[in-house]
């Protein structure tokens, strides 16, 4: 199992950016799909983006797509989100996952997980 630390989260105004990043233990980190995902108060845990072992392909949440951007540097063993245009409901705390296999959209998928970290959005 890989070990993933998330970081860069915090207090924005809405309409300003973000950017967060997930460190990965271990030299295998290329061999995993990554995901976001990130949950609110009293909500499940909701879909954000997911990207490939290779970063050739990404798949993002209609609520995100055109504001949020996934990548990832292998080399680094790092996966990157940079949150754009940001809304008052994109406030929750934000998981990075890896899995291996191909990138999927779904929680269940995912066996590593990392701590999360709080984005709050003011209005």
């Known amino acids: 199992q890989v070990q993933l630390v998330e970081s860069g989260g915090g207090l924005v105004q809405a309409g300003g950016s973000l950017r967060l990043s997930c460190a990965a233990s271990?030299?295998?980190?290329?061999?995993?799909?990554m995901g976001w995902f990130r949950q609110a108060p009293g909500k499940e845990r909701e879909f954000i983006a997911t990207?490939?072992?290779?970063?050739?392909?990404?798949v993002y949440a209609d609520s995100v797509k055109g504001r949020f951007t996934i990548s990832r540097a292998n080399a680094k063993n790092t996966m990157y989100l940079q949150m754009s245009s940001l809304r008052p409901e994109d406030t929750a705390v934000y998981y990075c996952?890896?899995?291996?296999?191909?990138?999927?959209?779904?929680?269940?998928?995912?066996?590593?997980w990392g701590q999360g970290t709080q984005v709050t959005v003011s209005s």
């Open positions: 990207i490939s072992q290779s970063g050739g392909s990404t």
């Open positions: 271990g030299r295998t980190f290329g061999s995993y799909a």
């Open positions: 996952a890896a899995r291996r296999g191909i990138a999927t959209v779904q929680s269940a998928d995912y066996g590593s």
